[in-house]
């Protein structure tokens, strides 16, 4: 097992879950208050990640990202380099990748909360700000637990986005799965076996944190809540 | 004194739109808002509370305008200084009794707000709640943190949309007690939302009855509900008989008229109407303003006495509810003593004996 990619791998996707839950907390809230009609668009912009194949995002992100694209010409005219095959490119790449992972449990949960609590903390005088904080935050909870273990787990995971944007450059864009890619290739099956299993139990356990927290069995308030 | 003339179109899940129309003022004290479900009275407490935008029209409190369409004002719902309790109550549950109550006081030094929450924890006893989750209080118990929560802010206005609904007689009345001593020193317009007799005779100062997104009529619990003028409104305040029938005879002297029950051959003598000869009109009869016997009673003052046959007896707790067929079914009510006396029983022969007086006219709309 490489001990190099796996911790690319888990810098990664914790750059990505934490990045992705500072932009998809105010994304969700829109997505779940607003009441404009179109808003259906967006959703759909947001959800595109889950039925694209990744080769066909990381091949525009490739696109965006490199010389001729226009962030990647930003990027370049700012600190000299396109962002192509860096970490940062990954980064960014995955970020779009996982989105959906990221906003689709807080919509849910933001739009499942009563929101005559809401229309309450209004009336008793708070603004969005604290009623964002005091009210929406604390009890959709299980909605932002599951968003940054599975926007993590995601990326975790993630192949064809890596090997289009980040390529395989080791210590740089050589995550675990391009990682058991490449020791397969070269036939190295018992360094392949020993990362796809660390593999499979991290997915396992982050998922069994997402369904137990959606089940109230690790909730802070869980057995003194009415219903 | 708040002043309310907003109109806006709403609409209840499965229902037609309705057009909310109002044209009230609402001084300090209590002020009932009866009418039946789907009337639209939560929607005009959400156009005051500004949790609702009014299509047009203008609500003001003394000085102050929370909405006035025509020149865009909206004072959003934190700015507007109005304590709301829901009919969901809307506690919020992950914070404790004592978060939940001085929720509304965080722009108060910490020395202010204890004080004060201290008051309110006090005035509606549950002092000894604080610690607690709304998940682990009782209805009533729930009801009365709502209450606090909502004027512990000292609102200028209150609304309570019906706050008090599922608590026995006793509890309702304890509470609204604290309610009343509350706003003894506050004398601010509360708005009380409620379907409940009981309640509207326990707050009682003045009641405006909404049907379909209008006030129908107003004035003390007396006037308005011992006489409907609506279907709708004699079905919301418990008048159990409502029978339609045709205009026979006016005899303007007497100061009252006839009419033919749905074409059968049962006659009814009611006060004088503005219904023309013929018309179809509907007439509201209380259950317990029906007199039963079960031989043909004479010298009476009661104009109308009508042969029967007892249907069915039902005894509801102290009540006994008897339906008789006169020609048309009536619904009375008699105490147990009196069922047992008479010996009542399907099919037994019965004269109903109604006063003219106890007969109300009702319009439908």
Same mark, same amino acid.
């Given at each position: 097992?490489?001990?190099? !990619?796996?911790?690319?791998?888990?810098?990664? =996707?914790?750059?990505? =879950? !934490?990045?992705?839950?500072?932009? =998809?907390?105010?994304? !969700?809230?829109?997505? !779940?208050?607003?009441?404009?009609?179109g808003k259906f668009l967006l959703e759909s912009l947001v959800a595109l990640p889950l039925v694209l194949p990744p080769t066909v995002l990381g091949f525009y992100a490739l696109i965006a990202l490199g010389p001729r694209g226009a962030l990647g010409r930003l990027w370049q005219a700012m600190f000299g380099h396109t962002l192509a095959f860096t970490f940062t490119g990954l980064v960014l =790449?995955?970020?779009?990748?996982?989105?959906?992972?990221a906003v689709q449990p807080l919509v849910t949960s933001f739009e499942s909360l009563d929101r005559r609590l809401l229309d309450a903390s209004s009336v008793l005088g708070a603004g969005r700000a604290r009623s964002f904080f005091r009210i929406i935050l604390p009890l959709a909870w299980p909605g932002v637990v599951t968003a940054v273990v599975l926007s993590f787990a995601h990326t975790l995971g993630e192949f064809g986005v890596v090997l289009m944007v980040g390529g395989n450059l080791a210590g740089i864009t050589r995550t675990v799965s391009i990682d058991i890619y490449d020791r397969v290739q070269a036939l190295d099956y018992t360094g392949a076996k020993e990362t796809a299993l660390f593999l499979l139990v991290i997915s396992f356990a982050v998922l069994s944190v997402v369904y137990g927290v959606n089940r109230r069995v690790w909730s802070p308030w869980s057995n003194r809540q009415a219903h | 004194m708040l002043s309310v003339h907003i109109e806006k179109k709403f609409q209840v899940a499965g229902t037609p739109k309705f057009q909310l129309q109002i044209e009230e003022e609402f001084a300090p004290g209590f002020t009932v808002v009866f009418g039946p479900s789907g009337a639209g009275k939560s929607t005009l407490l959400d156009c005051i509370a500004g949790l609702v935008r009014p299509d047009g029209g203008k609500i003001t409190f003394g000085e102050e305008t929370f909405f006035e369409a025509e020149k865009e004002i909206c004072l959003p719902a934190q700015?507007?200084?109005?304590?709301?309790?829901?009919?969901?109550?809307?506690?919020f549950p992950h914070l404790t009794v004592a978060g939940n109550v001085s929720y /509304?006081?965080?722009? +108060?030094?910490?020395? &202010?707000?204890?004080?004060?929450?201290?008051?309110?924890l006090g005035a509606f006893h549950i002092e000894r709640l604080r610690g607690r989750k709304p998940g682990e209080l009782s209805g009533g118990e729930k009801q009365r943190v709502a209450l606090a929560r909502s004027v512990i802010t000292e609102p200028r206005v209150l609304l309570l &949309?019906?706050? +008090?609904? /599922? +608590?026995?007689?006793?509890?309702r009345r304890a509470i609204l007690e604290d309610l009343r001593n509350w706003n003894a020193g506050q004398r601010i317009p509360i708005l009380y939302v409620t379907h409940n007799r009981e309640e509207v005779d326990a707050i009682g100062d003045r009641i405006v009855v909404m049907v379909d997104g209008r006030v129908g009529e107003r004035g003390t619990p007396?006037?308005?509900?011992?006489?409907?003028?609506?279907?709708? +409104?004699?079905q919301a305040? /418990?008048?159990?008989?409502?029978?339609?029938?045709?205009v026979l005879e006016h005899r303007a002297a007497d100061g009252v008229m006839r009419i033919g029950l749905d074409g059968k051959e049962c006659e009814l003598e009611i006060p004088l109407g503005n219904a023309q000869m013929g018309e179809t009109i509907?007439? #509201?009869?209380? #259950?317990? &303003?029906?007199?039963? /016997?079960?031989?043909l009673p004479y010298g009476l003052s009661a104009r109308n006495v009508l042969p029967g046959t007892v249907e069915s007896i039902e005894t509801r707790g102290t009540m006994v509810r008897v339906q008789v067929n006169a020609g048309v079914r009536f619904t009375v009510h008699v105490t147990p003593g009196a069922a047992r006396s008479l010996e009542l029983a399907a099919g037994s022969v019965v004269w109903l004996v109604v006063k003219t007086h106890s007969c109300h006219v009702v319009t439908r709309r």
């Open positions: 097992m490489s001990g190099q !990619a796996l911790l690319l791998s888990l810098r990664l =996707a914790s750059t990505v =879950a !934490a990045l992705l839950l500072v932009i =998809a907390l105010p994304l !969700a809230y829109w997505l !779940a208050f607003t009441a404009w009609r =790449a995955s970020m779009l990748y996982s989105l959906p992972f | 700015k507007r200084g109005i304590g709301y309790v829901f009919q969901s109550l809307a506690l /509304g006081l965080s722009g +108060l030094p910490a020395a &202010d707000r204890v004080g004060r929450m201290e008051r309110i &949309d019906e706050p +008090l609904t /599922g +608590l026995d007689g006793g509890l007396r006037e308005v509900l011992e006489a409907p003028r609506a279907v709708e +409104l004699a305040a /418990g008048f159990e008989n409502l029978l339609t029938g045709r509907q007439v #509201a009869i209380r #259950a317990g &303003d029906i007199l039963l /016997g079960t031989r």
